[in-house]
Structure formats: C-alpha cells, structure tokens
C-alpha cells in the first residue's frame, strides 16, 4: 500500500538524550514536513524538505534536526536541547496539492 | 504571510443535529483550501479540498464546505451529525499548489457529538 510509515508510534527518553524519529513513504512525493503538536496549540513545522539534500526550519527548529539523503525518508532527531520535547511528531509527504499524514509518534521524556 | 483561524476550539452538537466548523483565512494570493480530522492517537485524514473552480466542495462521509472569496472564510458543514464524526478538525491553507509551498493550519476545533 502507497502511504507514510512513521516508527515508532511511542516513544520514551530520558533526560539528555538524542533520539530520532523515522519517517518513510513510498509515494513518490518531493515534499515532506514534519509538525509537532500539543494539546490545543495544532501543528507547527519543525522542518520540511523540498528535495533531497535541501531542507529549511519551519517556525520552532530549535532543538531539532533532519537529514533527507533519501528522497522516501526525512528522519527527526530531538537534540538534549530541545527543552520540552514531549508531544505527538507527525510527519507527511506532499505532492501537487494536499498532504498526506502517518500515524504519529508520540515522545514521552521521563 | 498566510495564517488560518477557526472560531471555536469546541463545538458540542447533538446527534441528528447540523455541523458548522468555521475557519478564514488569510492569503495573498487564490488559495489552496483543505479540512482534516484527526481521531486520538492517530494522523490526519483528508476530508476535502478545494484548489480551483465549483465553490463548494464535498468531501467523505458526507461534509462540505464552501469557498467564500469575499468572506475569507471555508467553513465546514455536514447536515446530521454521527457519533462517528466526533474527533478533531484542521482547515489548513496553501498558496498554490506543488512541493514549493507550505500549509498553514489552524489550531483545531473539537467535535463533541452527544446523543
């Protein structure tokens, strides 16, 4: 099946911890995003990738980084210098016209 | 810059009843249009879309929603509300179509369904 495959769905880190976020997809799309949401704040982008190699901050990168060495996979590290990591990452792809979503995975620091 | 608001960050309606989820919008340029719904713990799933063309646009399970130019606005409507339709709900907006634009989205609105 065509689609975005995040993993894992939950995750948990320990204080001053680096941990990366997977995201693949198989839809052949150029664009890929990855948002970050809280309880009644919605989605703000991290980062997003136009293209292999290339990628741009959204409005909060602090904290964070992303490669795009693929054009199927766009992984998210949550640097120790993210100071309030928890929330649920959803990560998606875009071709000409809307996006489409994974599943999500959900970070817990304890 | 573009930006979206919907009125309301709760809407309670009962089952039978009609839904109305408002959002406007801010763009420079015609826009590219899109409703969500997420249920808990999951992603985002398309409900409908509007890029060009008919101004009002239907989507699954049985919503619609209407380009107004003039208002800025593309509220989301379906006419009887299911308890299935209880989740949550993101207007997004794009200038144009293509990997060179962003979308923007709105801080939700959360549909409570009572029977």
């Known amino acids: 099946d065509g689609g975005i495959t995040q993993s894992p769905k939950y995750l948990f880190r320990k204080e001053g911890q680096n941990v990366t976020l997977s995201c693949e997809q198989n839809?052949?799309?150029?664009?890929m995003y990855w948002y970050r949401q809280d309880p009644g704040q919605g989605l703000r982008l991290i980062y997003y990738?136009?293209?292999?190699?290339?990628?741009q901050k959204g409005d909060i990168a602090e904290g964070y980084s992303v490669s795009r060495e693929k054009k199927e996979s766009f992984p998210l590290t949550v640097t120790s210098a993210q100071k309030n990591p928890t929330a649920f990452y959803l990560c998606?792809?875009?071709?000409?016209?809307?996006?489409?979503f994974g599943q999500g995975t959900r970070l817990t620091v304890v | 810059a573009q930006s979206v608001t919907q009125l309301g960050s709760h809407v309670s309606v009962s089952e039978g009843a009609l839904v109305l989820l408002r959002c406007n919008y801010s763009?420079?340029?015609?826009?590219?249009l899109f409703w969500y719904v997420q249920y808990p713990n999951q992603g985002l799933q398309l409900l409908l879309k509007?890029?060009?063309?008919?101004?009002l646009v239907k989507g699954i399970n049985g919503f619609e929603a209407e380009f107004k130019k003039s208002e800025t606005s593309f509220h989301l409507t379906k006419p009887s509300a299911h308890m299935s339709d209880a989740a949550e709900y993101f207007c997004?907006?794009?200038?144009?179509?293509?990997?060179?634009?962003?979308?923007?989205f709105g801080k939700g609105t959360l549909l409570t369904v009572n029977p």
């Open positions: 763009s420079s340029v015609p826009p590219y």
């Open positions: 509007y890029t060009t063309g008919a101004t």
């Open positions: 990738s136009q293209i292999v190699n290339d990628f």
């Open positions: 998606a792809s875009r071709g000409y016209t809307e996006a489409f």
């Open positions: 997004a907006v794009s200038e144009s179509g293509g990997s060179n634009y962003k979308l923007t």
């Open positions: 839809l052949n799309h150029d664009a």
